[in-house]
């Protein structure tokens, strides 16, 4: 059984930074393309980053490029989430996935979330 466990959220104040990491179990990590998703109450999950399960390939969503990247380490089963210039409105739950694109559809095994707090 798959397991990922997302980690590394918190509350930061507007312009900060913070790495989220999702360390994966239960399977072979290096064979699988990874996302990550997020979601505001009431809302729907949107995506924000995927990466290919090499690395070598990463795509984003556009109101996101230039601020977010997304990485992996194949050593430890774990992806990251690198998130620069944080704005109030990235105040969210974070998610990470099993998958490849940019529609959940994609993706089938999904982490507990960690939250994101940016103040103003």
């Known amino acids: 059984q798959v397991q990922l466990v997302e980690s590394g959220g918190g509350l930061v104040q507007a312009g900060g930074s913070l790495r989220l990491s999702c360390a994966a179990s239960?399977?072979?990590?290096?064979?699988?393309?990874m996302g990550w998703f997020s979601q505001a109450p009431g809302k729907e999950r949107e995506f924000v980053a995927t990466i290919w399960w090499s690395g070598s390939s990463t795509s984003y969503a556009d109101t996101l490029k230039g601020r977010f990247t997304i990485s992996r380490d194949n050593a430890k089963n774990t992806v990251y989430l690198q998130m620069n210039s944080l704005k109030p409105e990235d105040t969210t739950v974070y998610y990470c996935?099993?998958?490849?694109?940019?529609?959940?559809?994609?993706?089938?095994?999904w982490g507990q979330g960690t939250q994101v707090t940016v103040s103003s």
């Open positions: 239960g399977g072979t990590f290096s064979r699988y393309s």
């Open positions: 996935a099993i998958g490849s694109g940019s529609s959940i559809r994609g993706y089938d095994y």
